[in-house]
């Protein structure tokens, strides 16, 4: 028998049931992706999800190209859609460029930035710390918000090891998060770590959003973090569409064995044993739009030229889509 966190434990029968009810019907209300106005219309239960492809330049991260280029290799390679790195943006800036060119240059090219990738301690358990990390991440969702981007991920950086947080206490911490993002523009999502000792399965996630009681409250999974934190795939299923904006899309091979993987595994999509036909099926299925953002960390990869690894992800991408789209 599984045994689940103390904190899961705890939940009473009736806080159990009405998480269930929130969580298959719609809970989590924030605005998806398809809809820039507010009254924009959500597609009905009959209506299959489309998905928008996005690289994270994580997948480029070893050739050390810089945020211009790595935008104009998102742009050559066809991509939609950008989830730079927060320090990219950071070194352009230091370095004297300018943020209004940054952002023509990224519209005139015709993609968008769905999300960005940060690391404040937001949720630390040490007050001084969490107040630091609180405030980094106000700093990295305006630079977001400057470029026109929408999202930030917030994976539990600074609680990845013991003690285990009370989940109730980490949905308060990331509803502070969330407060500063309605401040500044930007959604932060809950992103889950299967690596950490906190927030690393998909249910974990799912209450800490739920219990913040805010209507932007979301996940951000991936698929090598859900096998990594031994979540099932079909879990997703327990999401509304609007609780998961963005996908980060990888596979990983059988071997080595999933207490001895790590991000250096991570291969295309296609390339690998993960369920990514499944997954992507549950996400059809939900009825809403959906970033798909390849994130890939291979050492291989990061040895080749990095249009021609962008593009190749892009094409098992479409290929993996596709196989779900025309059932």
């Known amino acids: 028998m599984k045994q689940f966190p103390v904190q899961m434990q705890n939940i009473s029968r009736r806080q159990a ?5 929130v969580l298959v019907g719609a809970a989590f209300s924030g605005v998806s992706i398809s809809s820039r106005a507010a009254e924009a219309t959500l597609p009905t239960a009959n209506t299959g999800g489309s998905f928008v ?8 991260r070893g050739q050390k190209l810089g945020i211009v280029k790595e935008i104009e290799v998102t742009a050559k390679a066809g991509y939609q859609a ?4 927060v320090g990219a943006i950071e070194t352009y800036q230091k370095e004297g460029g300018s943020m209004p060119d940054l952002k023509r240059r990224i ?3 015709g993609i968008s930035i769905e999300s960005a990738i940060g690391f404040p301690q937001w949720i630390a358990d040490d007050d001084a710390k969490r107040a630091q990390g609180l405030e980094r991440a106000r700093f990295e969702m305006d630079l977001i918000a400057q470029l026109g981007g929408k999202r930030l991920a917030a994976p539990p950086t600074g609680a990845t090891d013991l003690p285990r947080l009370d989940l109730l206490k980490a949905a308060e911490r990331y509803r502070a998060l969330l407060d500063a993002g309605d401040q500044i523009g930007v959604v932060p999502q809950l992103e889950l770590w299967g690596f950490s000792k906190n927030l690393s399965r998909l249910g974990e996630c799912a209450c800490v959003a739920i219990e913040t009681g805010h209507p932007k409250a979301c996940v951000l999974p991936d698929i090598y ?12 299923r327990l999401l509304s569409r609007n609780a998961v904006h963005v996908l980060h899309m990888n596979d990983y091979p059988a071997d080595p064995p999933r207490e001895k993987i790590d991000d250096s595994y991570r291969v295309f999509p296609g390339d690998g044993v993960a369920p990514v036909t499944e997954i992507l099926r549950i996400l059809k299925e939900n009825g809403g739009e ?27 991408m479409k290929a993996a889509v596709a196989k779900v789209m025309n059932r």
């Open 82 to 85: 950008i989830e730079p790195w």
């Open 290 to 316: 959906t970033v798909l953002s390849l994130e890939l960390f291979h050492r291989k990869y990061w040895e080749m030229d990095p249009t021609e690894i962008a593009r190749a992800g892009l094409e098992k």
């Open 225 to 236: 973090h859900l096998y990594k934190g031994g979540s099932d795939a079909s879990s997703l």
């Open 17 to 21: 049931v009405a998480q269930a009810g």
């Open 53 to 60: 492809y996005c690289l994270n330049t994580a997948t480029i």
């Open 107 to 109: 519209a005139d090219l």
